[in-house]
């Protein structure tokens, strides 16, 4: 493909050779004078130095710090974005054909496939599931009784979803993950023991949510957990019974969510942060890396920190800690002049 086809695809502005041949598109460090790559974060123009990229996406207000000649600049207003698009231009693997029903899998009764349904082997369809049209379920995959998945949906091997759940349209779920497992509810008894308590409820995933891989929804104790529109999942994380996420929330990987806490929407997790159960936390907050969240959240904005606060008060705290030393040695040397004082 040409720069100058490139620059029409992403309505962008061309700056250099328009007849420039682009075979692949690569990242920034290894990329070679016939592939084009991308600056979005500012910690990678120091990249644009030494890139052997024939053609960098760079934002309309990107001013590099050399000249370099021999690379043809496509400016956009969204790198990033553009980038994600020319990724899908040139990926030539192209997507899984795979189609029918193997004759080596279960089948229960009263199932209901859509149109277009590929169901692989040795996976395992209880009584009265209901599969939307172009729904691809892969080998050794496990449906509990009655679950019902939407339309072009994509459930990777060796995904177990139990009784009942519901699966939205456009659900993509990787290896591994397990949907309407038991929560963890258990009473303690006077002498000590626990007593389960059942967990008659489900799951339920709306559309267009990605979940990733070795990933544990548990089903409500009663009534559903929810994982609103758009969501997006990374891998190993953990949401307990009866939790509610808004639409669009992004979740890093290693979260655990204990339940009933209620999620927003937009908001943004980030990895290995835990959050206690029965608390809420509105829409578009943005939280930290490895933050325990141990209370409420009411107001959007970034909250880091072993407790979630906000980032600036975090921050003022960590400046006073880091002080402490100082603040000690003019303790003592006061203490000095007092003693020497008297």
Do not use: W
Not at 123 to 137: H, L, M, P, R, W
Not at 248 to 268: E, F, L, N, P, Y
Not at 300 to 309: D, E, N, Q, S
């Amino acid at each position: 493909m040409k720069t100058s086809e490139i620059s029409e695809i992403l309505d962008a502005d061309i700056e250099g050779d328009p007849e420039l041949e682009i075979n692949n598109v690569a990242k920034i460090e290894s990329a070679n004078p016939d592939e084009i790559t991308f600056i979005s974060n500012p910690l990678y123009e120091k990249f644009f130095d030494t890139t052997n990229a024939g053609a960098v996406i760079v934002s309309r207000e990107f001013n590099p710090s050399t000249n370099r000649n021999d690379i043809t600049l496509i400016r956009v207003q969204d790198p990033y974005r553009s980038f994600l698009i020319m990724l899908d231009k040139f990926d030539t693997r192209g997507t899984d054909e795979y189609s029918g029903i193997s004759d080596d899998c279960f089948m229960g009764n009263d199932v209901e496939l859509g149109g277009d349904t590929y169901i692989g082997e040795f996976a395992s369809i209880a009584d009265n599931c209901v599969i939307g049209d172009e729904t691809k379920i892969y080998p050794n995959c496990t449906l509990g009784k009655g679950v019902k998945i939407g339309s072009n949906c994509i459930i990777y091997s060796n995904v177990s979803i139990y009784k009942y759940c519901e699966i939205g349209d456009g659900v993509v779920i990787h290896s591994g993950t397990v949907i309407g497992s038991d929560g963890f509810g258990q009473a303690r008894q006077e002498d000590g023991s626990y007593l389960k308590i059942p967990q008659n409820g489900i799951v339920k995933v709306e559309d267009n949510v990605e979940i990733g891989s070795n990933c544990s929804i548990d089903r409500a104790t009663i009534g559903e957990t929810k994982i609103g529109r758009g969501v997006k999942i990374d891998n190993q994380v953990q949401i307990a019974h009866n939790v509610t996420i808004g639409e669009d929330t992004v979740i890093a990987a290693q979260v655990g969510i204990a339940g009933s806490t209620k999620i927003g929407k937009r908001c943004m997790i980030g990895g290995q942060s835990g959050i206690v159960g029965h608390i809420s936390i509105c829409d578009d907050v943005m939280i930290g890396a490895s933050v325990g969240v141990s209370k409420s959240i009411e107001k959007p904005g970034l909250y880091t920190g072993y407790r979630a606060k906000p980032n600036t008060e975090n921050l003022r705290a960590e400046v006073h800690i880091n002080n402490l030393g100082k603040l000690e040695d003019r303790l003592k040397k006061l203490e000095e002049k007092i003693s020497l004082s008297k």
